[in-house]
Each structure stands twice: as structure tokens, then as C-alpha cells.
């Protein structure tokens, strides 16, 4: 009787403690009928104003897509790929994959050399880092079902924006600056990108054959970039540098209509991106593993919460690594990773007085991990449309490597692949069979666009960029605002930590970490590392008002526009 009553003081304070509103001011921009929320004001502005042209969520998408690539080079793209999760007004959700494919000349051992041993970096950087490109397919496609104004005006303002220049920030004279050697290390002519002095704040970046190639996908549709002029610029490039991107996967390229991956979190519907992404699978056990615990009570960043979150994520990586990969390639067990009873027992190991060292999880080598490049995008149309899409050329402006004559840089995806079983990529990821490298094949991600909703309708819209830490990031700003109570700008301002079983440490913000967080973290033998941020998190939060709270997040230039 006594633990009967136990169990039901708990439960009454774990639903007590847990709202899937604010408790908060909020903090954030506030839209009372739409919202947008990207990496640059630029492409806020210009997905905005689509909105008040008439444009639904897809439209203004597909115009911010546009426009990234040429405002945020970084990780903006027409050379790349990316997902896309919408919820339609009345509820019905869709997923579009648009994610890159390795070219067909592709094989198992490309990156390896006669003694199996990994070459270089040449998936990271050069020709042969590209995956076939899939964003200009997926717009094209996003358009096909849901556009409603003329394609033209979507590209319009992005043509423009090359054209006419626009002005870098601090942190867009910064990120070409930084890459300044490898883009003269890679291409084989002068880049427009690069210049005798350093790019400061306040110039012009004006983008002549970026501006060219966008009329050409204006006036041509898919056309305009797997076909005529653009493609013969692709395939002189690739012959140029070695490259084994043909015309054949050009003209074969085609994005994927995929069933969203649905879960349920304390009575809310989490809908997310299904394999080739990790993301949806890996957030969906996320969330399984901890629902059970009295998340609000434990407290935002407290030592109970963050052991937990981390022997969780350590068990979820551990499963990545394994089962993950191209669901038309391998046969991935989604149904068995989200099985309740599969994540109980998995979770049922968890020590609440003693960190597992991951090697007793499962066994692996994993050395450094480098900096991380995506970009997200959130938007929420006047009738309640939402469109969440997370999009990236790989690592920063990806390998580096500029289409002469076409003016836009290409992803370097192929690292995304397990190049050789048990050796990490980038992000200090490994794989496994699941994810090896085979022609047409797409390479696993970690991006999780996601939307939020439940009986009362849409209430959050969310995403980042960040390689192995988009999951946690998405999760830690679910979770901030289901568990924790907070509004969209403070679940994105808050601290993050992320662990993803190897290696065996928590990477932390500055910050985050209270002396007796950290004290008590490291006794139950948690080691931790610091890496500057975690994501960049963009996302919009329904109030309960029905107006549209914007997250954007200060980490960088992101920009949250609503009206
Ligand atoms: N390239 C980062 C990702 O797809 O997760």
C-alpha cells in the first residue's frame, strides 16, 4: 500500500511538472500569423516576404533554400542536399528525402588505399568528397505537390541577391576567411570567394555565375541544373579534378517522398525525419528512453538530467552505428529500435549512481572531431501550414570545390558514409555495414527537421545544424520546452551538452556546467570536453494565444521574422 501510494505521489508530480506550453514571458520574436527562422536575416527576410506575397510554408521554403546559398554559402546550397518535414494545416504530415546519392563510379574501397588503410581526406575535400547534388530535385519536387505562387518568384530573389551583392556579416567574412587556403588549395582557377585581402564585415559579395545558374533553374526547373548548360559545367568540373560525377547521375537523381517517422512524447506527436537520417530514429529512442523520468523535477541542467541524457544518448549512438543507414539499400530495424519494450530493456542498464564507460556498450575506436556545418529552417504560414527543413553541403562550404562558370560550390557528403568499417568520419562518428559506400546509395545523416503538435494542433516546429549534435540539440530544445516550460528563445539561448558513446566524454558549452554539477557529474565518472557551441538551433513555438513565438539562435546571425 505504501509503494502503491509512492508510485502515485510520483506520477501526480511528474504530470504535474511537466506542461507542453510555456511558463514563461516569452522571449522571442513574436508573429501573431506567421513565422520564419534561418541562419541569415537576408533569407528571413526574403521567406517572409513570400508569406505576405500570398505564398504558403513550401513556397517561402523553397525561396529560403534559394537564398541560403547565396547569403550563407556555408552550409546554404543549390551543390547539396537536405530533408524536409511538413505538417499541412488540418494535420496531415510528409517528409521529402532530397539527401545527396554517391555517383555511380562509386564503391566500397574508393577512400582506401591497396592496404585498406583510409587515403587522405579525400572524401572531405576535392571532386571525389561529392555526393550527386539533390537539393535543386527536392525544391523542384516541393513545388510539383504544395507551390502555389509562380517558381519564378521564388528564385527572383535570390537571382537578385547574387546579382546585386549583399553585405557579409562578422560572421560571413569570417567563414571565408577561414577557408581561404582550401579554396585555393581545391579549384584549379580563381575563386570568387577568394581575394588578395581579407573579406571584411560591411562588403559586398556579389556572385555573377551563381546568379546565372539561378536563372537558369528559374527558367528551366530541374532542367536549369541536371541538364544543359549547368550540367556540362558540373561534368567539365568533375574532369578537371578527377571528379566521377557523370551526366548519367545527373539526369538520375531523384528526391524520395518518405512516410514521416511518428512518436509520442508525454501526449504530444513527435514527427520526424525517417533513414537515410538517423535523426528521427535516434531522437524517437531519445525521448522513449527518458519519458518514464521525472524530467521537470530533476531540474534544467542538473546533474540527474544530464547523467541521464547522457547514458541514454550513449546507448542511442551505440544503435546508429550499428542498424543505420539507406533504408533502399539495407534493411534498417526501425521497428525494433522504437519497439517500447526493445528501449526499456536497452534503458534498463542505466545506473543512476555510476556512468557506463562505453566501451562496456559496445567497442570502438574513435579519435577527433572537427567543426560542424548544416543549416535549419523553420516556417509557419497564416493558415497554420508548417514546413521545417535542415539542409547541408557537409562541412563548411563542403569540399570546397566551386563549379567554374556555374558559380556554386559542391557538398562533401561521401564522408557521411562509413568510409571503412570502425573508422570515424568527421564528427568522430562509425559505422558499420548499414552505412558503406555503394553506388546511388545515400550516406547516413544525422539531420532532424521535426515538428511537434498534439489534439489541439501544431506546437513546435524545430531544427539545426551540427553534425553528430543536431539530435541532442533537438531533443535538449523539446525537451526545454515539453519538460522545462520555457519559450522558444530561451529553450534555444539555454546551454547544451551532447555524448555520443564514442568518444567517451560529454562535449559541454561554456557554461553550461555548474561547479557542483560538474563535480557531482565527474564522481558518477563522466569526463568531459568543451567545444564552443552546440548547434544552432532554429524554431518556432505555438503559444497559447495562437500567436508564433520565433527561436533564433544567437550562436550565430539567425534570424526569426514573423508578422
Ligand atoms: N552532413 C551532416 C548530416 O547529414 O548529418
Same mark, same amino acid.
Given at each position: 500500500m505504501k509503494k502503491l501510494s509512492l508510485l502515485l505521489v510520483l506520477v501526480i508530480l511528474n504530470a504535474c511538472s511537466?506542461?507542453? +506550453?510555456?511558463?514563461t514571458t516569452p522571449l522571442g520574436v513574436i508573429g501573431r500569423q506567421a513565422m520564419v527562422v534561418s541562419a541569415h536575416p537576408l533569407a528571413s527576410g526574403v521567406g517572409s516576404r513570400i508569406l505576405k506575397q500570398g505564398g504558403n510554408a513550401w513556397d517561402a521554403a523553397i525561396a529560403v533554400q534559394f537564398a541560403l546559398a547565396v547569403v550563407y554559402p556555408v552550409a546554404g546550397n543549390i551543390g547539396g542536399g537536405g530533408f524536409a518535414v511538413f505538417r499541412e494545416e488540418d494535420g496531415s504530415v510528409g517528409s521529402l528525402d532530397f539527401r545527396e546519392k554517391a555517383p555511380? =563510379? =562509386?564503391? +566500397?574501397?574508393?577512400?582506401?588505399?591497396?592496404?585498406?588503410?583510409?587515403?587522405? +581526406?579525400k572524401s572531405l575535400e576535392g571532386h571525389l568528397a561529392a555526393g550527386v547534388p539533390g537539393s535543386v530535385d527536392g525544391m523542384v519536387t516541393l513545388y510539383g505537390k504544395y507551390g502555389s505562387l509562380p517558381w519564378s518568384t521564388l528564385l527572383q530573389p535570390s537571382i537578385d541577391l547574387a546579382a546585386n551583392g549583399f553585405t557579409l556579416t562578422e560572421e560571413g567574412a569570417t567563414a571565408l576567411n577561414r577557408s581561404r587556403d582550401l579554396f585555393i588549395q581545391v579549384n584549379t582557377f580563381d575563386v570568387g570567394?577568394?581575394?588578395?585581402e581579407p573579406w571584411q564585415s560591411g562588403e559586398e559579395l556579389i556572385q555573377p555565375e551563381l546568379s546565372k545558374t539561378l536563372i537558369r533553374i528559374r527558367d528551366q526547373g530541374r532542367d536549369g541544373f541536371y541538364a544543359g548548360e549547368t550540367a556540362s559545367l558540373i561534368i567539365d568540373e568533375m574532369k578537371r579534378g578527377q571528379g566521377i560525377i557523370s551526366f548519367e547521375d545527373l539526369q538520375k537523381y531523384h528526391s524520395t517522398w518518405r512516410d514521416p517517422l511518428i512518436g509520442y512524447y508525454r501526449g504530444n506527436r513527435i514527427v520526424s525525419m525517417p533513414p537515410p537520417s538517423s535523426g528521427g530514429v535516434a531522437l524517437l529512442q531519445l525521448l522513449g528512453g527518458i519519458e518514464s523520468y521525472p524530467v521537470a523535477r530533476y531540474g534544467h541542467n542538473q546533474w540527474r538530467n544530464m547523467h541521464l541524457m547522457t547514458e541514454i544518448e550513449k546507448r542511442v549512438y551505440a544503435d546508429r552505428a550499428t542498424y543505420l543507414g539507406d533504408p533502399d539499400f539495407y534493411k534498417v530495424p526501425v521497428e525494433m529500435l522504437l519497439d517500447t519494450q526493445y528501449l526499456k530493456d536497452r534503458m534498463s542498464a542505466i545506473n543512476l549512481r555510476k556512468s557506463t564507460p562505453a566501451t562496456a556498450i559496445k567497442e570502438g575506436n574513435v579519435e577527433v572531431v572537427e567543426s560542424v556545418e548544416t543549416t535549419h529552417f523553420s516556417i509557419v504560414d497564416p493558415k497554420g501550414n508548417a514546413v521545417a527543413i535542415t539542409t547541408t553541403l557537409?562541412?563548411?562550404?563542403?569540399?570546397?570545390v566551386m563549379i567554374k562558370g556555374a558559380g556554386f560550390l559542391l557538398n562533401n557528403?561521401?564522408?557521411?558514409?562509413?568510409?571503412?568499417?570502425g573508422v570515424p568520419n568527421q564528427f568522430g562518428l562509425i559505422g558499420a555495414k548499414a552505412n558503406e559506400i555503394a553506388p546511388e546509395k545515400r550516406m547516413l545523416s544525422s539531420m532532424t527537421p521535426t515538428i511537434v503538435d498534439d489534439q489541439d494542433g501544431l506546437v513546435i516546429v524545430v531544427g539545426t545544424p551540427g553534425g553528430s549534435t543536431i539530435i541532442t540539440s533537438v531533443f535538449q530544445a523539446i525537451l526545454n520546452v515539453?519538460?522545462?516550460?520555457?519559450?522558444m528563445q530561451e529553450a534555444v539561448d539555454a546551454k547544451r551538452f551532447h555524448h555520443q558513446w564514442l568518444p567517451d566524454r560529454i562535449l559541454v558549452e561554456d557554461d553550461v556546467l555548474s561547479e557542483k554539477v560538474e563535480k557531482k557529474l565527474r564522481r558518477l565518472g563522466h569526463d568531459f570536453e568543451s567545444r564552443g557551441n552546440i548547434g544552432r538551433v532554429d524554431a518556432i513555438l505555438v503559444l497559447p494565444n495562437g500567436h508564433l513565438e520565433g527561436g533564433a539562435d544567437k550562436r550565430g546571425d539567425d534570424t526569426a521574422i514573423g508578422f
Open positions: 511537466t506542461s507542453k +506550453r510555456p511558463h555511380l =563510379a =562509386a564503391h +566500397r574501397n574508393m577512400y582506401l588505399d591497396e592496404q585498406g588503410e583510409v587515403l587522405g +581526406r570567394m577568394v581575394k588578395q557537409n562541412s563548411y562550404f563542403g569540399c570546397k557528403e561521401m564522408d557521411d558514409f562509413s568510409v571503412k568499417s515539453i519538460d522545462h516550460g520555457m519559450g
